[in-house]
């Protein structure tokens, strides 16, 4: 499968080039901005460099490449500033293009520094894990980690061009597939009923056939809400319907240490927590069904209604329940937790919430779920509730 996809979003709009080996295709792309003139500088980390040596070296050939280290702790403000100086060393004009090949690390990093060098210049964004791919490459969110929170410190700039190869995939970790699957498994719950119900049938693993279609097609609902809702301005729904199990999630990463729990793990522990709450809150209530699916659609296109609405109190009770139990047999079904592995403080984990960034006067903003396929945005939630969730997941 060799494709396109266009992120429509005006003169900031892009191509999303899909395909199991775009080497020739980034080659080309790279030899065409030396024909204009345009200076390329490439960003990647020690394991992508150590293991797709080649396909770097066949890509961008002698171009200037910094390597950082691995993982959440590169995301800061340190290494931000080692990306500048390599940009300035490196003398990128105001033409130039800065790549970002690697993980959701990588790509927030240095599409950050993109953003602030020289007051922004291109980047583009080359993922090689499954959750770049399917999330982080896509919608141009950087940026960097604070002592205070998750990506606190960042900015909005989207990339001129996604080259989504998924054969570099062959030499991701098992675990980091896994941790992909989590943002894969979110898609599904936010807005597309059927692409849910395929991960029950059959588990994706990094040799499904199916595996590029799934990979293009969460691309396609991430395209269609960040075309909605650029910056995430919605008062209900729109783009905060991404971050279904991140208000939780980042709160896991930021009360267990940064790299304790992998970006994916916390999102799938907080997919669970999501679930838990949204039966707390009575979901999928009588009559409710049918505008929280209206609020998914809105959002992302192509997305499909739930199965599990009820119809009184009592069958509310027995559908949230089985939607919590659907959501964390997918979890377990793709290696990946459904509650906390060791007691995190509950203090920490709600200071961490209070903080997050989409909190809006005082209140955190919570994406709940009517069933698989059907979510929406909560402003109202009582903190008790929060709290229970919280012991349920194995807080004290
Ligand atoms: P990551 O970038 O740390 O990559 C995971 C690990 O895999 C790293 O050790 C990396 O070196 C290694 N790796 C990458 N590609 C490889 C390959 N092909 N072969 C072998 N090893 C490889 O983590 P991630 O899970 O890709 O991204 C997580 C980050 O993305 C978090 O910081 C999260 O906040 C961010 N994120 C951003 C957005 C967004 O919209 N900007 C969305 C979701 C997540
Ligand atoms: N991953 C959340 C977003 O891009 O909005």
Request: with cysteine; charged share 20%.
């Amino acid at each position: 499968m060799n494709d396109t996809l266009t992120v429509r979003l005006g003169e900031r709009s892009y191509p999303i080039h899909f395909g199991a080996d775009l080497t020739a295709r980034v080659r080309e792309a790279v030899a065409q901005l030396a024909r204009e003139g345009r200076r390329v500088a490439v960003l990647t980390d020690r394991n992508v460099a150590a293991r797709q040596a080649a396909a770097l070296k066949a890509m961008f050939g002698g171009a200037p490449m910094l390597v950082t280290g691995a993982g959440e702790s590169v995301k800061s403000f340190a290494e931000l500033e080692r990306v500048l100086d390599f940009l300035a060393e490196n003398r990128l004009d105001r033409a130039g293009v800065l790549v970002a090949a690697g993980g959701g690390v990588i790509g927030d990093l240095g599409g950050f520094a993109a953003s602030s060098w020289l007051r922004g210049i291109d980047f583009w964004q080359v993922p090689t894990t499954l959750l770049a791919m399917v999330d982080s490459s896509v919608g141009g969110k950087t940026g960097v980690n604070l002592k205070a929170g998750k990506n606190l410190a960042g900015a909005f700039h989207q990339p001129r061009a996604v080259f989504i190869a998924t054969g570099l995939l062959a030499t991701l970790p098992p675990r980091e597939f896994a941790a992909g699957m989590a943002e894969v498994i979110k898609y599904g719950l936010l807005g597309d009923a059927a692409l849910f119900a395929q991960l029950e049938r059959e588990p994706l693993t990094v040799t499904s056939p199916a595996l590029p279609a799934v990979v293009r097609r969460c691309c396609e609902i991430k395209a269609a809400v960040v075309e909605a809702d650029e910056r995430e301005l919605a008062r209900e729904g729109g783009r905060a319907l991404l971050n279904l199990g991140h208000t939780f999630g980042h709160a896991i990463e930021q009360a267990a240490g940064y790299g304790e729990y992998l970006h994916g793990e916390a999102v799938a522990v907080g997919l669970a927590a999501a679930a838990r709450l949204s039966a707390r809150l009575g979901l999928p209530a009588a009559g409710t069904c049918a505008a929280a699916s209206a609020d998914a659609a809105a959002a992302a296109a192509g997305s499909s209604a739930g199965d599990a609405c009820g119809t009184d109190a009592a069958g509310a009770a027995a559908a949230g329940a089985d939607v919590v139990a659907r959501v964390e047999r997918v979890l377990a079904a793709h290696g990946l937790p459904a509650r906390l592995r060791a007691a995190l403080p509950l203090e920490a984990l709600m200071a961490a919430m209070a903080r997050d960034k989409k909190v809006r006067a005082g209140a955190p903003r919570f994406v709940v779920l009517s069933s698989p396929g059907a979510s929406s945005t909560r402003a109202d939630i009582a903190l008790p509730l929060v709290e229970s969730t919280w012991r349920e997941l194995g807080a004290e």
